[in-house]
């Protein structure tokens, strides 16, 4: 064995220890392109998937109708279920207070669970029609501000016509002397 095939190898040893306390820009390009190719096949995918979630349906079968029925239906019915005992309660007030102490019975860990379900119920509602009415209540207040400032440059402008005319109706009888407008001073130059 020859030394100079001994160098090769002490240099890749090196290189080795230098990559542990500085990246392989090579491999990092390399891995770079495959994560963002593997990003946007990913992401297009997710919005295949909501499109194909959210886009009507043109083959909807019973089964989904019925689904999409049930989804609809927790909502209606706990609000229903909350009206309905408290015209319970004046009605049959034996039957309400029977209702009452079975729900006494139910241990806190069920009514923790029950709240934070319809609290998601709800709450995501409520967040969602919020968004839509902070949405709205913005572009009302836009469209507001664009309706008042149009009234006050159209008011500029009447203000700006009537002094400009009533300047030029002071010209006239003045003469020469009283025009600040260079323009009109040579309207009136090449009038007379």
């Known amino acids: 064995m020859s030394w100079w095939n ?19 820009k090579e491999n990092k390009g390399q891995r770079g392109h495959v994560e963002r190719i593997t990003d946007m096949e990913l992401s297009k995918s997710v919005l295949d998937q909501f499109a194909a979630e959210f886009h009507a349906r043109q083959n909807r079968s019973k089964w989904d109708s019925f689904v999409d029925g049930l989804n609809r239906l927790p909502r209606p019915l706990m609000t229903f279920a909350v009206l309905g005992f408290f015209v319970l309660a004046p009605v049959a007030p034996e039957r309400f207070m029977l209702i009452a102490a079975s729900y006494e019975m139910v241990p806190p860990g ?25 949405l709205q209540v913005d572009q009302v207040k836009a469209a507001k501000e664009l309706v008042a400032m149009r009234e006050e440059f159209r008011a500029m402008d009447v203000e700006e016509e009537k002094s400009t005319e009533l300047e030029f109706q002071n010209a006239l009888r003045a003469g020469e002397s009283m025009v600040k407008n260079r323009i009109v001073a040579k309207w009136l130059a090449n009038k007379g």
């Open 6 to 24: 001994f160098i090769p190898g002490i240099f890749r040893g090196a290189k080795d220890l230098s990559e542990v306390f500085v990246e392989n």
């Open 110 to 134: 069920y009514w923790a669970l029950l709240s934070v379900i319809v609290g998601f119920y709800f709450g995501g509602r409520m967040q969602l029609k919020k968004a839509d009415m902070s």
